[in-house]
């Protein structure tokens, strides 16, 4: 078997997680986040969507990670992230972060939403 290292050029792979943190690019974030091709920040949480509709030009897919359970967006969200042209898709977080780093690592036009478990 060939090992290739990947390179994820100038994004930020999901590291770690645990209890109310992520680790992201080697850095540590209590709460929710939101990390893409503008790097990461805080996120507010499904009623914050400025952040994610001012990446509307720079992806294509917009995963949510949910916390430690799948849940449904609210339909709200839903329809405005669709209405700006960003495909969404809703997993509970450690399968949203481990679905993030695949794609990440093939170059895909992506962003990650995550809340905490």
């Given at each position: 078997?060939?090992?290739?290292?990947?390179?994820?050029?100038?994004?930020?792979?999901?590291?770690?997680?645990?209890?109310?943190?992520?680790?992201?690019?080697?850095?540590?974030?209590?709460?929710?986040?939101?990390?893409?091709?503008?790097?990461?920040?805080?996120?507010?949480?499904?009623?914050?969507?400025?952040?994610?509709?001012a990446?509307?030009?720079?992806?294509?897919?917009?995963?949510?990670?949910?916390g430690?359970?799948?849940?449904?967006?609210?339909?709200?969200?839903?329809?405005?992230?669709?209405?700006?042209g960003?495909?969404?898709?809703?997993?509970?977080?450690?399968?949203?972060?481990?679905?993030?780093?695949?794609?990440?690592?093939?170059?895909?036009?992506?962003?990650?939403?995550?809340?905490?478990?």
């Amino acid at each position: 078997m060939r090992l290739n290292e990947i390179d994820y050029s100038d994004a930020q792979p999901i590291d770690g997680y645990g209890p109310g943190f992520f680790r992201i690019g080697g850095q540590p974030y209590k709460g929710a986040v939101l990390t893409g091709p503008g790097g990461t920040q805080g996120w507010g949480g499904y009623e914050d969507t400025a952040p994610l509709l001012a990446l509307a030009d720079q992806i294509d897919v917009l995963f949510v990670g949910t916390g430690p359970d799948i849940a449904h967006l609210p339909t709200g969200l839903r329809y405005v992230l669709e209405q700006a042209g960003i495909g969404v898709e809703s997993m509970n977080s450690p399968a949203a972060c481990r679905t993030y780093n695949v794609l990440l690592s093939e170059g895909r036009r992506i962003a990650l939403a995550l809340l905490p478990v």
